[in-house]
């Protein structure tokens, strides 16, 4: 079992940057793949970014690829996701997940997933 916690979220200006923090307890964190997803309401959550069990390899949507960075610390049990030059198309709730598989860009690949954490890019 692991429980997923996201943080960062808020409010930026387009072209700023935020990074998100998803904290995950239990001790098996290393051995699973993490991904970042994201939802507007009235939409399908959409894959955004995930990274390997030991951070060796990472794949991100075409329409993040060259802003946001995945990464992740397995002392500290912690998956980032850095974004850069945040777009208004950006905004959306964030979620983190889990997932036993690799490679995992499909939500049904992961069995655990945060609460979410909004971000919010203006114009």
């Known amino acids: 079992q692991v429980q997923l916690v996201e943080s960062g979220g808020g409010l930026v200006q387009a072209g700023g940057s935020l990074r998100l923090s998803c904290a995950a307890s239990g001790r098996t964190f290393s051995t699973y793949a993490m991904g970042w997803f994201r939802q507007n309401p009235g939409k399908d959550r959409e894959f955004v970014a995930a990274?390997?069990?030991?951070?060796?390899?990472?794949y991100y949507a075409d329409s993040v690829k060259g802003r946001f960075t995945i990464t992740r610390d397995n002392a500290k049990n912690t998956v980032y996701l850095q974004m850069n030059s945040l777009k208004p198309e950006d905004t959306a709730v964030y979620f983190c997940a889990a997932s036993n598989t690799w490679p995992a860009d499909e939500h049904y690949a992961y069995d655990y997933w945060g609460q979410g954490t909004q971000v919010t890019v203006s114009s």
């Open positions: 990274i390997s069990w030991r951070a060796g390899s990472t």
